[in-house]
Antibody, heavy 119, light 107 residues
Framework: EAQLVQSGENLVQPGGSLRLSCGGSAFFFSQYNMNWVRQAPGRGLEWVAYISGGSTVIHYAESVEGRFTISRDNGKKVLYLRLNNVRVEDTAIYYC????????????WGQGTLVTVSS | DTQMTQSPSSLSASVGDRVTITCRASHDIANDLAWFQQKPGKAPKSLIYATSYLQIGVPSRFSGSGSGTDFTLTISGLQPEDFATYYCQQYKTYPYTFGQGTRLEIK
């Protein structure tokens, strides 16, 4: 069964950096476009970033552009999100999400990683 | 950006009821709309894509309809496991955007 498994919780100070990871298994990872979606405490879902299967196309939400970097290592079947210069408002659960290989809709989610930005 | 507006924001219903959640897009998104279900403390689950197509394993009591700017998610014959929060999402253009969510509660 296809699944996405994410790295553990993180606590980081404002202005700090961290990297999230998301490993794919039981599917041909490089053929799938991937996204990061976050959810602040008690709030709704917010799309963060997109990367195509071959890393040739990347998009970011305006709220993270210039601070976050999405990348992937298809050989290791891992998706990354580098968070730089984090702010308190970046506190959220971050989900990796796979797009279906026949379209742009999300069909599989990771379990989520809590990122807490606090001094 | 394409804004997605869901209504209602919360809804109370009983087991066996039929409920409808609406989602309106600020721009024409054709049929590039998905629905997700999220239970407390859990990751979202994909329910519907391309407006009306059920993801594998999703019960047939869930259905979606619409096109352009107006969409609906209908659950016919609510089951106890259906009480959750539901989100719509457009994937027509970047940035992808979600509705604010509809919380479905037991009456």
């Amino acid at each position: 069964e296809a699944q996405l498994v994410q790295s553990g919780e993180n606590l980081v100070q404002p202005g700090g950096s961290l990297r999230l990871s998301c490993g794919g298994s039981a599917f041909f990872f490089s053929q799938y476009n991937m996204n990061w979606v976050r959810q602040a405490p008690g709030r709704g879902l917010e799309w963060v970033a997109y990367i195509s299967g071959g890393s040739t196309v990347i998009h970011y939400a305006e709220s993270v552009e210039g601070r976050f970097t999405i990348s992937r290592d298809n050989g290791k079947k891992v998706l990354y999100l580098r968070l730089n210069n984090v702010r308190v408002e970046d506190t959220a659960i971050y989900y990796c999400a796979r797009e279906n290989d026949k379209g742009f809709w999300i069909d599989l989610w990771g379990q989520g990683t809590l990122v807490t930005v606090s001094s | 950006d394409t804004q997605m507006t869901q209504s209602p924001s919360s809804l109370s219903a009983s087991v066996g009821d039929r409920v409808t959640i609406t989602c309106r897009a600020s721009h024409d998104i054709a049929n590039d709309l998905a629905w997700f279900q999220q239970k407390p403390g859990k990751a979202p689950k994909s329910l519907i894509y391309a407006t009306s197509y059920l993801q594998i394993g999703v019960p047939s009591r869930f259905s979606g309809s619409g096109s352009g700017t107006d969409f609906t998610l209908t659950i016919s014959g609510l089951q106890p496991e259906d009480f959750a929060t539901y989100y719509c999402q457009q994937y027509k253009t970047y940035p992808y955007t979600f509705g604010q969510g509809t919380r479905l509660e037991i009456k």
